[in-house]
């Protein structure tokens, strides 16, 4: 259910600063507040469109998903100009507004079946980084039509987290690293070495965590782009294998990001 159309349609003006307000929910409450506005029926809100467009126009990807009526108002009143003329009925209106939209939604519905892209993507910027916030984008990007890509880019992000807290912490590390002995020396660094707990469940979690980051550093010797390939051994990643990795490593580095800023805090 949409919390934003649920306050809207109460004539109560949400709050987009929410943590529960995503891209495809904002999105939605762009689509009615147009709706609304077409039919004279219902609240609008023109600060929020204007913010909405605004927040839609700034991202590349999204911008070439806006119907063109959109990009040509820049608020309600502009937009309304348009449409009484462009349609006589308010059911027209209506349907013609759902067809446009249709495009940015199911796009935003793909987006968000990767797992806290949204979390992610706000924590990735706390780094002041980047570099480290284009790779975890273009994994995600990359991980149907380019797997290979997408694998290799999972571990970059994860080896440039990894080393980002290093930096932080002041720890010095050999420039020919492997991606484990990195991994180690945060975990001494933010007390996520199994050695260093004793209760046996919490030292299975961290255990496993080690596993993941030594399997994407394998799944990308193996299966990334970043080397040769074996003529005999070597079997073609398929997006699947990509949405692993790159599941993988978000949800990892979400999880050093967030231990990382607990012990900076404590």
Not at 154 to 160: A, Q, Y
Request: negative net charge; glycine residues 4%.
């Amino acid at each position: 259910m949409n919390k934003l159309k649920d306050l809207l349609e109460e004539d109560i003006k949400p709050n987009l600063e929410e943590e529960y307000v995503g891209d495809f929910e904002k999105a939605e409450y762009l689509q009615t507040l147009l709706t609304n506005s077409s039919t004279q029926d219902g609240p609008t809100h023109d600060d929020h469109y204007i913010m909405l467009r605004k927040y839609f126009m700034g991202n590349k990807k999204t911008k070439t998903y806006l119907p063109d009526y959109v990009i040509k108002s820049r608020d309600l009143g502009q937009f309304w100009q348009f449409i009484k003329y462009k349609l006589p009925t308010y059911a027209e209106r209506r349907q013609y507004i759902w067809n446009s939209f249709n495009n940015l939604l199911e796009f935003l519905e793909e987006e968000v079946e990767l797992p806290f892209t949204e979390i992610i993507d706000s924590k990735l910027m706390v780094f002041d980084s980047e570099h480290v916030l284009e790779y975890w984008k273009t994994a995600i990007e990359r991980k149907e039509n380019d797997p290979e890509g997408a694998i290799t880019l999972s571990r970059t992000l994860m080896e440039s987290v990894l080393k980002h807290i290093l930096d932080e912490r002041g720890v010095s590390y050999k420039a020919n690293a492997d991606l484990h002995e990195i991994y180690k020396a945060v975990t001494n660094e933010l007390n996520l070495s199994p050695e260093q707990h004793d209760i046996t469940i919490f030292k299975q979690i961290l255990g496993g965590c080690s596993s993941i980051v030594n399997g994407l550093g394998n799944l990308r010797n193996k299966h990334g782009d970043a080397h040769g390939k074996e003529k005999v051994t070597y079997y073609k990643p398929s997006s699947r294998h990509a949405e692993l990795a790159v599941n993988l490593s978000g949800s990892m580095c979400l999880f050093l990001i967030q231990t990382f800023q607990h012990v900076k805090e404590r």
